[in-house]
Each structure stands twice: as structure tokens, then as C-alpha cells.
């Protein structure tokens, strides 16, 4: 037999594993494709766990403890904000460039990101593939499949969504990180830190993550509400939903021809803007701690900049610590709330919530299905809707009870750590950074199961859609 040239041979050997590579990941996507974006970002997560575990990531050059490696990566990769380091101080610049490069393949999300790494393994993105980031704009593709109903991006548009997350992440990021550049150097930083801290600070804000990376934080721009202007910005954009900035960028002059989903995720979420700024007006305007000392004028601004940071954004100009306790509640609510579907928000989602008020609308009026926008809503997405209520409620109860067990802290500083977490806000009493190595794990598995998403981790424990073929007598229990 006739010998083969080795560099032919190799280039055989090289393509038949690509080849094998291929074949399992579109077998993996096609019998489990919610598991293998889980699978996805767990390794993720693993991977840069391992990064922040070395010397060359942190400042002093010494390895990161393990809990702390693995908090950051989870907090990083789920865009959340946590933190259990000094991430201003204790990272290198080699740590800090994993946070930022973290923050924005975390900020795509779960599911989008496994369609784009199986097109970039797959090398062709295929009908399954096409199907995974559709789920991403709409979970109940995820419960049911493919709906009748008009979807806020329709299976054909799939290419085009993921087009609009690379450009629009780009293009906002880089916009605001320069309109940020004056006001750095107006706080005194050097060129090279004014131009590093304002695109840290744009893709935090923009991922809705909420690090700082210049020593103290916003305290050195408490006063500048131009540059706070421009973090609520990124952190509305952010919050939207890539769905959402794709059907504005169609047709942002024609509201006729927007989705109910776009609709329904911007009313709620300026309604939920306006009600959590006058609530906090409202309780915080006598407090001495936080707005009591302002006037009338910066006291309005902060309100709002609270309410949006709180819907998961992850940027405070004050202590969470000095917040009265119904002000805590109320920031509560507003994380658990969170952003719109398919964005680099957490939380239950504004849509949830939207769905859940239109069905008790209904029911009071007594009216057969529910409607918005002159489109009846199925009854499906209520169900839906509840399930990620009850599944959220449990996650943040059990890592509550577990926490409150570790560290015996007052319930309504707990409460407000772990609904950070779950929701990937950011926002902390100061709990966090003082938890115990177990408290620290706990924790950072709240963040992964509320940055995954109920619904998806709900699908990939199921090993497959069940069909039941016959009804059972119905019977109505006594409710209420």
C-alpha cells in the first residue's frame, strides 16, 4: 500500500475529528438543546473559574481561593455583580480583562450563545439551531414549540436576531463608553484610565452587571448626572431584550408593527420605572443616609437612577445598607421583577408580570381569554407565566432559609442579597462580601439558576415532551 504524505494524513485525521466534534454536538442539540446550552454555560463558567484561579489575575500575584474564583466566574458569566473581592483592587489587568471579556459573552445569553457556538462549531446554522435562538426571544418555543400566535422574532429572522445582538452590543457599548470619556477626565483620571474606565463602565452598564473598576466606585461621581444619565441608558437598552432592540431597529417610526411582546415589555417597563422612582421618592426623601440631605431637584434624579438600577442594573450612589426597610422591600420587588425577555437582565421578566395582570384583568371582567394590544394572549403563556413565578419564588425561599442558617444576619438583608442574586442584579446590603465559603457556594448557585432561566432549566430536566392522548374527568377544586 502507498504511504501517505504525514501533512496529508494529518489534515485527514484533523478534518475526520472536526467531523466527529460536529456530529456530537448536532446530536446533543437535537435531543436535548436546552441541556446543551446549560452545558454550555457551565463550562463557561468552569473555564474562567479556572482564569481567575491563577497568579497572573490577581494584582498581588497570588492564587484566588476557590470560592472566590468560582463566585466571580458565576457572577461574571451570569452577569449579576456580586462580588466577594475588592473588584477594583484585587484583580490585575489580565483579571480585569476576563471580567470585561466575561461580562459580554455572559450578556448574549443562554441560549443565543449555545446557537452561536454550534454555528461556529457546526460551522452552518441549521433548522435546530435556528430553533434554540428563537427560544431564547421566546421561551414558550421551549414549553410548546413553534406557535400560530405573531412571535416577537419569527423563526426566518433567527440570523438576523443574532446579527443585531453582535451589532447592537457593539454599537452601544462603544457609544456610550465615548460619551463617558469627558466625564472621567473631568474626575481627575488620566487619559488611559479615563478611556479604560469608561468602556468598563458601558459594558457593565450595558450587560446590566454593575461593576466598578476604579477604587470607590461611583463615589467620585456622585455629582455627575450626565455620566449617570448615561449608565441608566445602557442599563434601559440592556434590559430590553435583543428582540425588542431588533423589531426598533425595523421600525421604530411604525409602533403599528410592533409585536405585542415589544409592546407589552416597553409599557411595562416604564410603568415599573416610574412607580419604583416615586415609591423611592416617596420613602427615602426623609431618611438622613440617603436622600434626606438633598434637594429637591437631585432627590427626583436619584429616584429614578434607584429604580433602574434596581430593575437589574447593579449601580448604587448610595449605601443599600441605609435604605429603610420598606425602601428594601420595594427594591425587592423591583429585582425580582427584573428586565424584558432575552436580555441581559434577570428576574422573572416584565412580560411575566404583564401576562400574570392581564389574566387577573380578565378573570375580574369575566372575559374569556386575555388581550392586549387588540391580540388575544393564549392561554398556555399563563400557565407558563405562573410556573416561572412559583419556580423563582422557591429558588429565592431555599437559598434564603440556607443563608439565613450559615449566617443568622437580619431576614430582610438576606432576603435582598439572595433576590440580587437570583434576578443577576447586584446589588448588595454588604452581606455577600462577608458570607462564609458555604454561603459563597450557595449563593453562586442562585445566581447560575436565575441567570439559566426557570423555564429552561425546567426543559432540561425533562427528558423529553410527554403527549397524553385522553382527558381526565374535570373536577373543579374550591380556590380563593
Known sequence: MRAQPMGRLGRVDRRSW?????DAVDGLMKHSPSRFAILIFAALIVLFTVLFSLPIASADRQMTPLHDAVFTAVSVICVTGLATVDMATHWSPFGNVLVFIGVNIGGVGVLTLASILGLVISRRLGLRAKLIAASDSNPSRIHV????????????????LLATVAISALVIEVTIAIGMIPSMLAAGYDAWHSFWYSFYYSAMAFTNTGFSPNPGGLEPLVGDYWFQSLLMLGVFLGSLGFPVIFALARAWRQPRRWSVHVKLTLTTTTIL?????????????GNPKTYGQLDAGPTVFQSFFMSMMTRSGGFS?????????????VSDMLMFIGG???STAGGIKVTTLAVLFLAAFAEARGAPSMEAFGRRIPRDMLRLS???????????????????????Q?????????ISAFATCGLSTGLTAELPPEGVYVMALTMFMG??????????????????????????????
Request: aromatic share 8%; net charge positive.
Open 410 to 418: 437580619p431576614f430582610d438583608y438576606v432576603l435582598f442579597d439572595v
Open 273 to 285: 420605572f416610574v412607580a419604583g422612582a416615586a415609591m423611592f421618592l416617596l420613602l427615602e426623601y
Open 145 to 160: 414549540g413553534p406557535v400560530s400566535e405573531r412571535q416577537a422574532v419569527r423563526l426566518g429572522e433567527v440570523g438576523g
Open 451 to 480: 441567570r439559566v432561566g426557570t423555564v429552561t432549566l425546567a426543559a432540561a430536566l425533562a427528558a423529553s415532551q410527554r403527549r397524553q392522548l385522553f382527558k381526565r374527568p374535570e373536577e373543579r377544586p374550591i380556590v380563593g
Open 18 to 22: 472536526l467531523g466527529r466534534l460536529r
Open 386 to 408: 405562573v410556573s416561572v413565578v412559583l419556580w423563582g419564588a422557591t429558588i429565592v425561599a431555599v437559598s434564603s432559609i440556607a443563608i439565613l442558617q450559615i449566617t443568622k
Open 340 to 342: 424584558g425577555s432575552a
Open 317 to 329: 450612589t448610595i449605601n443599600m445598607h441605609d435604605l429603610n426597610g420598606s425602601s428594601l422591600l
